[in-house]
Protein backbone atom coordinates (compact mmCIF):
# COMPACT_ATOMS: atom_id res chain seq x y z
CA UNK A 1 0.00 0.00 0.00
CA UNK A 2 1.28 3.58 -0.82
CA UNK A 3 0.73 6.85 0.21
CA UNK A 4 0.76 9.74 -2.30
CA UNK A 5 0.67 13.78 -2.40
CA UNK A 6 -0.12 15.25 -5.37
CA UNK A 7 -0.44 19.39 -6.09
CA UNK A 8 -2.13 19.99 -9.28
CA UNK A 9 -1.97 23.46 -10.48
CA UNK A 10 -3.38 24.52 -13.29
CA UNK A 11 -1.59 27.68 -15.40
CA UNK A 12 -2.68 30.08 -18.09
CA UNK A 13 -6.07 30.26 -16.48
CA UNK A 14 -6.60 34.09 -16.90
CA UNK A 15 -7.67 33.82 -13.08
CA UNK A 16 -5.80 33.80 -10.01
CA UNK A 17 -9.15 31.34 -8.38
CA UNK A 18 -8.48 27.80 -8.83
CA UNK A 19 -11.32 26.65 -6.44
CA UNK A 20 -13.18 25.46 -10.11
CA UNK A 21 -10.10 23.34 -11.02
CA UNK A 22 -9.31 22.07 -7.95
CA UNK A 23 -13.26 20.66 -7.74
CA UNK A 24 -13.13 19.55 -10.86
CA UNK A 25 -10.05 17.41 -10.05
CA UNK A 26 -11.36 16.09 -6.93
CA UNK A 27 -14.65 14.79 -8.73
CA UNK A 28 -12.12 12.50 -10.62
CA UNK A 29 -10.89 11.41 -7.46
CA UNK A 30 -14.16 10.72 -5.87
CA UNK A 31 -15.31 8.63 -8.67
CA UNK A 32 -12.25 6.50 -9.11
CA UNK A 33 -12.88 5.69 -4.77
CA UNK A 34 -16.15 4.61 -5.74
CA UNK A 35 -14.67 2.30 -8.45
CA UNK A 36 -11.70 1.01 -6.19
CA UNK A 37 -10.17 0.85 -2.67
CA UNK A 38 -8.56 4.20 -2.74
CA UNK A 39 -8.90 6.50 0.69
CA UNK A 40 -8.10 10.36 0.26
CA UNK A 41 -7.91 13.44 2.18
CA UNK A 42 -8.52 16.35 0.52
CA UNK A 43 -6.18 19.45 2.39
CA UNK A 44 -5.92 23.32 1.62
CA UNK A 45 -2.66 22.53 -0.33
CA UNK A 46 -2.66 19.20 -1.84
CA UNK A 47 -4.43 16.15 -1.51
CA UNK A 48 -3.05 12.61 0.18
CA UNK A 49 -4.68 9.54 -1.48
CA UNK A 50 -3.84 5.94 -0.42
CA UNK A 51 -3.80 2.97 -2.01
CA UNK A 52 -1.59 0.59 -4.58
CA UNK A 53 0.42 2.02 -6.04
CA UNK A 54 -0.44 1.11 -9.36
CA UNK A 55 -4.05 2.28 -9.52
CA UNK A 56 -2.64 5.59 -8.20
CA UNK A 57 -0.53 6.87 -10.69
CA UNK A 58 -3.71 5.96 -12.80
CA UNK A 59 -5.44 7.97 -10.99
CA UNK A 60 -3.28 10.87 -10.44
CA UNK A 61 -2.51 10.92 -14.28
CA UNK A 62 -6.89 11.02 -15.22
CA UNK A 63 -6.29 13.97 -12.37
CA UNK A 64 -3.84 15.72 -14.33
CA UNK A 65 -5.93 15.89 -17.19
CA UNK A 66 -8.81 17.57 -15.95
CA UNK A 67 -7.03 21.64 -15.96
CA UNK A 68 -6.86 21.16 -20.11
CA UNK A 69 -9.87 19.73 -20.34
CA UNK A 70 -11.47 22.65 -18.70
CA UNK A 71 -9.97 25.59 -20.38
CA UNK A 72 -5.86 25.36 -18.69
CA UNK A 73 -2.98 26.58 -21.21
CA UNK A 74 -0.52 24.87 -19.17
CA UNK A 75 -0.68 22.08 -15.92
CA UNK A 76 2.12 21.68 -13.20
CA UNK A 77 1.54 18.45 -11.15
CA UNK A 78 4.01 17.77 -7.86
CA UNK A 79 3.69 13.87 -6.80
CA UNK A 80 5.27 12.49 -3.56
CA UNK A 81 5.22 8.57 -2.98
CA UNK A 82 5.54 6.95 -0.11
CA UNK A 83 5.77 3.58 -0.58
CA UNK A 84 7.21 1.67 2.57
CA UNK A 85 7.33 -2.33 1.97
CA UNK A 86 8.67 -3.25 5.70
CA UNK A 87 4.65 -3.16 7.06
CA UNK A 88 1.38 -2.07 6.05
CA UNK A 89 1.22 1.67 6.01
CA UNK A 90 -1.91 3.85 6.40
CA UNK A 91 -2.95 7.68 6.27
CA UNK A 92 -4.49 6.62 9.81
CA UNK A 93 -1.70 4.78 10.93
CA UNK A 94 0.95 7.39 10.22
CA UNK A 95 -0.81 9.98 12.18
CA UNK A 96 -1.27 7.20 15.17
CA UNK A 97 2.12 7.09 15.27
CA UNK A 98 2.87 10.74 15.89
CA UNK A 99 0.12 11.49 18.31
CA UNK A 100 1.71 8.66 20.75
CA UNK A 101 4.19 9.82 20.11
CA UNK A 102 3.22 13.85 21.53
CA UNK A 103 1.73 12.01 24.28
CA UNK A 104 5.37 10.38 25.82
Known amino acids: MAIVQVTIVPLGTGTPSLSEYVAEVHQVLEQSAVSSRIKYQLTPMST ?57
Request: aromatic residues 2%.
Open 48 to 104: IIEGELDELIAIVRRMHEVPFANGAARVSTTLTIDDRRDKQGTMEQKLLSVEEKLKR
